[in-house]
C-alpha cells in the first residue's frame, strides 16, 4: 500500500468516524458525499458508454452480416459479444469482402458483387 493510499484511508475513516459522532446527519448521505468527491459519476458512465458502443456493434455486425448474405447472423452477433475486441476483427476478415450498395428494389443494403439481394430476392 502507497503512503497516498494510506492517508486516503485514514481520511475515509475519519469522515466516517466524524459522520457517525454528529447527530441527525445520517451516515448514507456522508458515504455519498465521500463518494462524490472520488469522481463517482466518472465511474459510473465510462462503463455505460462501453455497453452503447458493444450494442451499437452487435446491432452494425448483424446489419452488416445481413447485407452480404451471410446465413449465421444471430451466431456471429453472439460470437462478437462473447469475445468482443477478437470477435470483431475475426469477423472483419472472415465476411464476404466488398463495397455495399443499396438495393433498387427493396432499398436495403446488399452487396455490389451478389447475384440477388438477400433481403428481397431480386436480381
Ligand atoms: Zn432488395
Do not use: E
Not at 3 to 18: D, E, F, K, P
Not at 93 to 114: H, W
Amino acid at each position: 500500500m502507497t503512503r497516498a493510499m494510506s492517508l486516503g484511508s485514514v481520511w475515509l475513516l475519519s469522515q466516517a468516524y466524524l459522520s457517525a459522532q454528529r447527530p441527525g446527519d445520517d451516515a448514507a448521505n456522508a458515504a455519498a458525499g465521500v463518494l462524490g468527491c472520488l469522481g463517482c459519476g466518472t465511474f459510473m458512465l465510462i462503463p455505460l458508454v462501453l455497453f452503447v458502443v458493444q450494442i451499437a456493434i452487435l446491432i452494425w455486425v448483424v446489419k452488416d452480416s445481413k447485407a452480404r448474405g451471410m446465413d449465421g447472423a444471430v451466431i456471429w452477433m453472439i460470437f462478437v459479444f462473447l469475445v468482443p475486441v477478437i470477435g470483431l476483427v475475426i469477423y472483419f476478415f472472415s465476411r464476404p469482402q466488398g463495397a455495399l450498395v443499396k438495393c433498387a428494389s427493396c432499398g436495403n443494403m446488399r452487396l455490389q458483387a451478389s447475384a440477388k439481394c438477400p433481403h428481397c430476392g431480386n436480381p
